[in-house]
């Protein structure tokens, strides 16, 4: 993605969904905070629960929405530069001079969530929704439809 952001100056760019128990929130928080720092403003990242990347690494279940929801909470509090609890531990961004844009980051984040839940916490903590075209998407004022 950075080389794309490189190398274009007005498309904007998604990861489409990722899944937060593969990468640690700081570590997420700095990778978004590089693609906004070559890209700004063009950038939109979206998660989810997970259910078939975890699947597929041997985990049977997706994770809890809450879990989801305090991921979101915890990226949004890095990119403001706050300092946020994760795992019983303090954390924060601390970028060297030049290496990353000032804080705040404003990058919108959609959760793919298709159900009542998901689409509770999407509207408690997100700036959209992805869903299939299969799912009603009334509620959001920004929704990525999936076909």
């Known amino acids: 993605m950075a080389q794309v952001a490189e190398d274009t100056q007005r498309i904007q ?5 990722l899944i937060s128990s593969l990468r640690h929130v700081v570590t997420q928080a700095a990778a978004i905070a590089t693609i906004e720092d070559i890209a700004p403003g ?4 979206g998660f989810a629960t997970g259910f078939t990347g975890r699947h597929a ?12 929801k305090r991921y979101v909470q915890q990226l ?17 961004l601390m970028p060297s ?3 990353m844009p000032p804080f ?3 990058v919108p984040i959609f959760l793919a969530a298709s159900g009542p839940r998901g ?26 439809v999936t076909a």
Do not use: N
Request: aromatic fraction near 6%; charge should be positive.
């Open 13 to 17: 760019l998604g990861t489409a969904v």
């Open 104 to 106: 705040p980051m404003e």
């Open 42 to 45: 063009r950038l939109t990242v």
């Open 76 to 92: 949004r509090g890095l990119l403001r530069g706050d300092t946020v609890e994760v795992d019983s531990a303090l954390c924060r």
């Open 119 to 144: 689409r509770q916490v999407a509207k408690d903590v997100a700036d959209g929704v992805i869903m299939s075209s299969l799912f009603v998407t009334g509620g959001f004022d920004t929704c990525v």
């Open 57 to 68: 690494l041997g985990h049977k279940k997706r994770l809890p929405w809450a879990h989801v």
């Open 97 to 99: 001079a030049g290496y």
